[in-house]
């Protein structure tokens, strides 16, 4: 079988993001601090955008959540 991924939709690497650099979203540090209290870790005041992403992704790993 063969993947048909459409390349519009491939996953881009925090780093390459256009709005990388901009304060993380709400729905970010909602869910940082869900798996942060899970970690029982502590997650830094002022992440960007492409900084909650990897943590995010860090925590999943950690917790187990991730996919």
Known sequence: MTDQTN??????DPQDW???????TGAQESYLHTLATEAHEDV????????ASRKIDELQ??????A
Do not use: F, H
């Not at 390349?7 to 881009?12: E, L, P, R, S, T």
């Open 7 to 12: 390349a519009g939709n491939a996953i881009k």
């Open 18 to 24: 256009t709005t990388g650099d901009q304060p993380a």
């Open 44 to 51: 830094p005041d002022g992440l960007t955008k492409a900084d």
């Open 61 to 66: 790993e950690k917790t187990g959540r991730g």
